[in-house]
Structures are given as C-alpha cells and as structure tokens.
C-alpha cells in the first residue's frame, strides 16, 4: 500500500490541526494504520494506531488530546491533534501493517512521506 500524508503546517500552542493519511489500493480496510513523528535529534516515536476492527491505542504524550479515526470508504486515516503543544513539533508520519495493533516502528511496513507540525509558543 503507498501512503501520502498531507495537513501539518504551523500553528500556536493550543489551537488544533488535522493530518490526513491517503492510502492506495483495494486492501486499506485490512491494514492497522498509525501515526509516529520525529522531532530533530529524536528517533521515530509511536503516536497513534486504529486496527481494521476500529480499536484504537495512543502513546502516552498524546492520550486525551489526540483522536485517530479511518474512513475505509475514502482510504484515508485522520490524526485529530488538539491542545496542541510546543513538544507535539516533529515530522508526523503514517504507517501501514497487516499485522495486529502495533506501537512498534519497525512492524509497519509501508509508509508515507511525513507532513511537518511546528508549534510555536
């Protein structure tokens, strides 16, 4: 599956953003979706992830202020990112699985170019 991830951009601490992640091909609905992000000088950490099933799990510097959601009818997987702080600045990426509801990086196997989020203070 090839993913594209669009919708970061720069915003002030507190406000909100939505990011998109385009997926191609017939099988999006199989795949468990997530979101990670790299901030500079900082490995890829685990943000957000929906199975096919809809159950969802978040990292811990995100639960309560983050939603993830997909619309197999569109291909798509939303980051919802609201409360939005200085630390949320990072590259945001999406990933794709055909295993189970993963944190890790490395079990997702096909990704998208990433979509920059600054926030500033």
């Known amino acids: 599956v090839q993913l594209q991830a669009f919708g970061g951009g720069l915003v002030q601490a507190g406000d909100s953003l939505r990011l998109s992640c385009a997926a191609s091909g017939r099988t999006f609905s199989r795949y468990t979706m997530g979101w990670f992000r790299q901030a500079p000088g900082k490995e890829r950490e685990f943000v957000a992830a929906?199975?096919?099933?809809?159950?969802?799990c978040y990292g811990d510097s995100v639960k309560g202020r983050f939603t993830i959601s997909r619309d197999n009818a569109k291909n798509t997987v939303y980051l919802q990112m609201n409360s939005l702080k200085p630390e949320d600045t990072a590259v945001y990426y999406c990933?794709?699985?055909?295993?189970?509801?993963?944190?890790?990086?490395?079990?997702?196997?096909?990704w998208g170019q990433g979509t920059l989020v600054t926030v500033s203070s």
């Open positions: 990933g794709a699985t055909a295993g189970p509801l993963v944190k890790v990086t490395t079990a997702y196997d096909s």
């Open positions: 929906i199975s096919w099933s809809g159950s969802r």
